[in-house]
T-cell receptor
Framework: QKEVEQNSGPLSVPEGAIASLNCTYSDRGSQSFFWYRQYSGKSPELIMF????GDKEDGRFTAQLNKASQYVSLLIRDSQPSDSATYLC????????????FGSGTQLTVLP | SQTIHQWPATLVQPVGSPLSLECTVE??????LYWYRQAAGRGLQLLFY??????ISSEVPQNLSASRPQDRQFILSSKKLLLSDSGFYLC??????????????FGDGTRLSIL
């Protein structure tokens, strides 16, 4: 069974710090990787996607992908209290191009 | 731009009652459509997906069913709800085709409570 694993947390960081969220996946053939943010009681919102090894930056967010080690991470620089949410990692596995497999999410709290 | 509408936002139903949740997408043609369920504190479980009118794939055997009567309409149904059907139901869409790099975009969800 193809799996996506995340540390459930909760992860607490002080305001202004870097938050680091990690995700590992079991299917070595996975091709596309997405990070979603989900505020309590709300639906997931896409914040980043990455397809190639290396780093991808978008504002305060940086996604990092290492296919050899089968992990993807999300860094949030200058964390703000408004970043407090659950972050879901999602992976498109080989053989199922239309389907995302989600991790259970990491709960992040940014302390003012 | 594309938008996705999902209703109702909340629903309280007795055990054994029927269910119908509706989702519509605007601003795109022939989208891939998805129904997910999220139990409290858990990840998203894919229930159904559809690549076109009348084409439904089921991921998990259950007492739920899905239909796609029109290109941009996706309906989740049940004839008799169980207590275990409680959860947060999310509809999502992605661009048509089989490319693996298409993200999914979610509606606001329906919070279903079974009494």
């Amino acid at each position: 069974q193809k799996e996506v694993e995340q540390n459930s947390g909760p992860l607490s960081v002080p305001e202004g710090a870097i938050a680091s969220l990690n995700c590992t996946y079991s299917d070595r053939g996975s091709q596309s990787f997405f990070w979603y943010r989900q505020y309590s009681g709300k639906s997931p919102e896409l914040i980043m996607f990455i397809y190639s090894n290396g780093d991808k930056e978008d504002g305060r967010f940086t996604a990092q992908l290492n296919k050899a080690s089968q992990y993807v991470s999300l860094l949030i620089r200058d964390s703000q209290p408004s970043d407090s949410a659950t972050y879901l990692c999602a992976v498109v596995s080989s053989g199922s191009a239309r389907q995302l497999t989600f991790g259970s999410g990491t709960q992040l709290t940014v302390l003012p | 731009s594309q938008t996705i509408h999902q209703w109702p936002a909340t629903l309280v139903q007795p055990v054994g009652s029927p269910l119908s949740l509706e989702c519509t997408v605007e601003g795109t043609s022939n989208p891939n459509l998805y129904w997910y369920r999220q139990a409290a504190g858990r990840g998203l479980q894919l229930l159904f997906y559809s690549v076109g009118i009348g084409q439904i794939s089921s991921e998990v055997p259950q007492n739920l069913s899905a239909s796609r009567p029109q290109d941009r309409q996706f309906i989740l149904s049940s004839k008799k709800l169980l207590l275990s059907d409680s959860g947060f139901y999310l509809c999502a869409w992605s661009r048509p085709g089989t490319a693996s790099n298409q993200p999914q975009h979610f509606g606001d969800g329906t919070r279903l409570s079974i009494l």
